[in-house]
């Protein structure tokens, strides 16, 4: 929910959350998420931390006055990878064995890239691949046997086919050193047994001291793991090579006594310092957390081709034109290299390509980053916005939507109109499975002009379910391969497609339940909010009853006396132009004979 709008504010959302830890550090922390569809993958994350001697939830210093010397800011990372790929190929828990982490910019070896990333990815489960025949990598769906996975959805579209991650975008050397040098910050990229300290010589339970010294830091991870290079720091051999040590990450191991080793749960762990604050001194830290890989049609096709290749699935050469061009690149699969553009490889090779999306995701966030002057303005183009409303209402043989388009922002080409039908992850609805030029995922049933607000669907059958999203596609884009001033290839930007996205179905021929009588009083709020001109103030009323409704603004002085009046028992819509006010906060009260309601709305203009 919103609590609040800032018009300045350089992203489409922030979360931000300030919370204070034992040591007397405060923790501000703001994530901003973009809907640009170039930029939506991932979130860039500010921390400012700061020793404030304040050790709880309350305004009183604790610990005032205070010197904090070898202060070391640590994070966690459990990344599971995706929920259908995992129970349907092993487990809900796939981390640890399950899973794979590597890391590029640490110093220990050359890599494709100029940043310091940790990411990671649905590995190969061993006991899986003995008991199928056949490698889990990329989660290929041969049966709906996952409670996560609809009935049919078997015919090895690949539900895992991503990677996840976080790269570094910016540290602070110190707190009176603003600069950012990789090659000390993070100084600490490791990863821990979450599940046990196994080289400690305890009967209970590890302390946290424990984890600290033996898994975090890595002191002791020579009697753990004889031949690591370093076991403090930036820890090398990575899990990825030790559960793999050829580096051919796409060709499960085979080695039984792996499933021993690593048979708890790893995450990858990332710190930084030493710092040295002194009261009120601040260190900042700056990250961007992504998620990304192949597309719902690359999954769909490659994993089909992957099931239907029977006992030759493992090395078995798979085509897909992924950049459309009706051509196949045949450069041979190189994971030493990024961005090749290879066409023609093994399901598993396809998975890995996953980290040339990943790493395009870290690109795009340090370049949006760069260009917002540190979040200090909006860095990228907008993209139309959604609907304030999308409505669907079911009758005997039709679907009737209809939407109220948002009162500001960029122009509005067009409305496209998405559909499937049965289940919401229907994604073969459209024949892409038969007629390889047709994309799989949910099929476009409409093409409307922008001043559109309404739509009939009637090519649907009665008792069928029904699911849809609407789109407001904008103008082309300049062209702008990183996507801050442009788009790449010139394309138009899209409004957000999960603003309206539905996930209870439609289904025509069953009607809606006649609504109940209203038992209580409920003031529901006005609609949109924050609003520009007209908004809906909506409440329900559980008897008739004179009612009185009144703005007032934020000091309490009334500007605009809306009803004063006999209603009935029931729901009441009152629209409010605003016509005359300033921007700003406002407050309307609504009174009966023995309820008042008060609701806060926004006007901007």
């Known amino acids: 929910m919103l609590d609040d709008v800032d018009p300045t504010l350089a992203a489409d959302r922030m979360v931000h959350t300030t919370y204070n830890l034992a040591l007397g550090i405060t923790v501000d922390r703001k994530a901003y998420a973009y809907t640009n569809a170039f930029h939506d993958n991932y979130h860039i994350v500010e921390y400012a931390y700061c020793n404030t001697g304040n050790t709880d939830e309350d305004a009183d210093i604790e610990l005032p006055n205070q010197t904090l010397h070898d202060v070391m800011l640590f994070s966690i990372h459990r990344w599971r990878g995706n929920e259908q790929a995992a129970w349907a190929t092993s487990s809900p828990q796939v981390w640890g064995r399950y899973s794979m982490f590597d890391v590029v910019g640490d110093g220990h070896a050359t890599y494709p890239v100029d940043f310091t990333a940790q990411y990671g990815w649905m590995g190969s489960n061993l006991i899986f691949r003995a008991e199928m025949g056949y490698s889990n990598i990329g989660g290929a769906l041969f049966s709906d046997r996952s409670p996560y996975v609809a009935a049919g959805d078997t015919v090895g579209r690949l539900a895992g086919p991503t990677m996840v991650g976080q790269s570094i975008i910016h540290a602070d050397n110190g707190p009176d050193d603003r600069s950012y040098d990789p090659a000390r910050q993070p100084s600490i990229l490791a990863w821990m047994d979450n599940d046990s300290v196994t080289s400690l010589p305890v009967a209970s339970e590890p302390t946290q001291q424990d984890y600290y010294e033996d898994t975090i830091l890595g002191m002791r991870g020579q009697l753990k793991y004889p031949g690591c290079v370093t076991c403090e720091g930036r820890i090398y051999p990575h899990f990825a090579d030790l559960m793999q040590p050829s580096g051919a990450f796409w060709i499960p191991p085979d080695d039984p006594t792996l499933l021993d080793q690593f048979a708890g749960g790893f995450s990858p762990t990332t710190g930084f310092g030493p710092y040295e604050l002194a009261p009120n001194a601040c260190v900042n830290v700056v990250v961007s957390e992504g998620a990304a890989g192949l597309s719902v049609d690359a999954a769909t096709k490659i994993g089909r081709a992957f099931k239907r290749a029977g006992g030759d699935r493992e090395s078995s050469l798979i085509a897909y034109d992924a950049d459309g061009d009706g051509a196949i690149d045949t450069q041979p699969f190189d994971y030493d290299n990024v961005f090749v553009g290879t066409e023609i490889q093994t399901k598993?090779?396809?998975?890995?390509?996953?980290?040339?999306?990943?790493?395009?995701?870290?690109?795009?966030?340090?370049?949006?980053?760069?260009?917002?002057?540190?979040?200090?303005?909006?860095?990228?183009?907008?993209?139309?916005?959604?609907?304030?409303?999308?409505?669907?209402?079911?009758?005997?043989?039709?679907?009737?939507?209809?939407?109220?388009?948002?009162?500001?922002?960029?122009?509005?080409?067009?409305?496209?109109?998405?559909?499937?039908?049965?289940?919401?992850?229907?994604?073969?609805?459209?024949?892409?499975?038969?007629?390889?030029?047709?994309?799989?995922?949910?099929?476009?049933?409409?093409?409307?002009?922008?001043?559109?607000?309404?739509?009939?669907?009637?090519?649907?059958?009665?008792?069928?379910?029904?699911?849809?999203?609407?789109?407001?596609?904008?103008?082309?884009?300049?062209?702008?391969?990183?996507?801050?001033?442009?788009?790449?290839?010139?394309?138009?930007?899209?409004?957000?497609?999960?603003?309206?996205?539905?996930?209870?179905?439609?289904?025509?021929?069953?009607?809606?339940?006649?609504?109940?009588?209203?038992?209580?009083?409920?003031?529901?709020?006005?609609?949109?909010?924050?609003?520009?001109?007209?908004?809906?103030?909506?409440?329900?009323?559980?008897?008739?009853?004179?009612?009185?409704?009144?703005?007032?603004?934020?000091?309490?002085?009334?500007?605009?006396?809306?009803?004063?009046?006999?209603?009935?028992?029931?729901?009441?819509?009152?629209?409010?132009?605003?016509?005359?006010?300033?921007?700003?906060?406002?407050?309307?009260?609504?009174?009966?004979?023995?309820?008042?309601?008060?609701?806060?709305?926004?006007?901007?203009?």
Not at 367 to 385: G, H, K, Q, T
Not at 450 to 474: C, K, M, N, P, R
Not at 568 to 578: N, P
């Open 348 to 605: 598993n090779q396809w998975v890995m390509s996953a980290r040339d999306s990943l790493f395009q995701t870290f690109y795009r966030a340090r370049d949006l980053y760069n260009a917002s002057n540190a979040m200090a303005a909006y860095p990228i183009v907008e993209p139309p916005r959604p609907p304030t409303r999308f409505s669907l209402r079911t009758e005997a043989d039709r679907i009737a939507l209809d939407w109220t388009p948002a009162e500001a922002g960029p122009a509005v080409d067009h409305w496209e109109l998405f559909r499937t039908r049965d289940r919401v992850d229907n994604l073969y609805i459209s024949g892409c499975l038969d007629e390889p030029a047709i994309p799989c995922g949910y099929e476009r049933v409409a093409m409307l002009p922008a001043d559109a607000v309404s739509y009939v669907d009637s090519l649907v059958t009665a008792g069928v379910d029904y699911y849809y999203y609407l789109e407001a596609v904008g103008d082309a884009q300049p062209a702008d391969p990183t996507a801050i001033h442009g788009t790449p290839g010139g394309t138009a930007l899209r409004s957000a497609r999960y603003m309206t996205q539905t996930y209870t179905p439609a289904t025509p021929g069953i009607m809606a339940e006649p609504e109940p009588e209203p038992t209580t009083f409920t003031l529901e709020g006005n609609y949109p909010n924050p609003f520009n001109g007209s908004t809906s103030i909506q409440y329900v009323l559980p008897e008739a009853a004179d009612v009185t409704l009144v703005v007032y603004d934020i000091l309490g002085r009334e500007v605009r006396l809306l009803l004063q009046a006999r209603e009935e028992a029931g729901r009441h819509i009152h629209r409010f132009t605003a016509d005359g006010l300033a921007s700003g906060v406002y407050l309307y009260v609504l009174r009966t004979g023995t309820h008042v309601g008060v609701g806060k709305m926004l006007l901007v203009h």
